[in-house]
């Protein structure tokens, strides 16, 4: 079965510098996706970006990117210049190629504060 | 365009009551995921149906739970002579499809379960 690890309940960065999630995973496919969501207080889940296991090129979208190292089966986000309204919860997922959109594996989530 | 719309948001009920969750996906979408999310964790598959179909209830608990998607209406998760062990935030999310792209399901705000 697959499994997804966050390692680091929480985390704290300042204005405008860059932290960097952890996330690995465990599975015996080869391919897949990867997502990471952020759960807000309101608990809304907000896709923050995907990455698919046969692309070899990082996924980036605007300050979040992420680095995948697909033999390690790690799998970061990178936030750089956060920001106050990047404070949430973040949560690592995975899903199997082959399986519905909506059947997730996710982690236990990291914590991130922001400080001003 | 509305999003996938969880209500109540907020629902208290006795030791060995009923509770009834409902969900309407996003205009178009016929899938419908629900997920439930312990206090400190992260989200957990419990099932996910179309139209009249449950196609996967391999997180379901095998007592108390059920979950239907009838043609007309929302989807409802039912848990019977709930404990206090079910509080938690359930969430639905939905997808127009079900194929072997990329599109990704989108979540509801969930509903917080008390049981006091």
């Known amino acids: 079965a697959q499994t997804v690890t966050q390692s680091q309940p929480e985390m704290s960065v300042q204005e405008a510098e860059t932290v960097t999630l952890s996330c690995t995973y465990d599975?015996?496919?080869?391919?897949?996706?990867l997502f990471w969501y952020k759960q807000p207080p309101s608990r809304q889940m907000i896709l923050v970006i995907r990455?698919?296991?046969?692309?070899?090129q990082n996924a980036t979208e605007n300050r979040f990117s992420v680095n995948f190292q697909k033999a390690a089966k790690s799998f970061s986000l990178k936030i750089s210049d956060s920001q106050l309204g990047d404070a949430a919860m973040y949560f690592c997922?995975?899903?199997?190629?082959?399986?519905?959109?909506?059947?997730?594996?996710f982690g236990k989530g990291t914590k991130l504060s922001v400080k001003p | 365009n509305a999003g996938v719309m969880q209500n109540p948001r907020h629902l208290v009920r006795r030791r060995g009551q009923e509770a009834r969750l409902r969900c309407s996906p996003m205009?178009?979408?016929?899938?419908v995921y629900w997920y439930r999310q312990l206090p400190e964790e992260g989200l957990k598959f419990m099932v996910y149906l179309q139209k009249e179909n449950i196609i996967d209830e391999s997180g379901m608990p095998k007592e108390r739970f059920s979950a239907e998607f009838p043609k007309e209406g929302p989807s409802i998760l039912r848990i019977q002579q709930v404990v206090r062990g079910d509080s938690a935030a359930y969430f639905c999310?939905?997808?127009?499809?079900?194929?072997?792209?990329?599109?990704?399901?989108?979540f509801g705000q969930g509903t917080r379960l008390t049981v006091v």
């Open positions: 990455q698919e296991a046969y692309k070899q």
């Open positions: 599975t015996s496919e080869s391919d897949y996706y």
């Open positions: 997922a995975y899903r199997n190629y082959g399986g519905s959109q909506g059947n997730l594996i």
């Open positions: 999310a939905s997808s127009p499809r079900d194929y072997r792209g990329v599109t990704e399901a989108f």
């Open positions: 205009k178009g979408h016929s899938h």
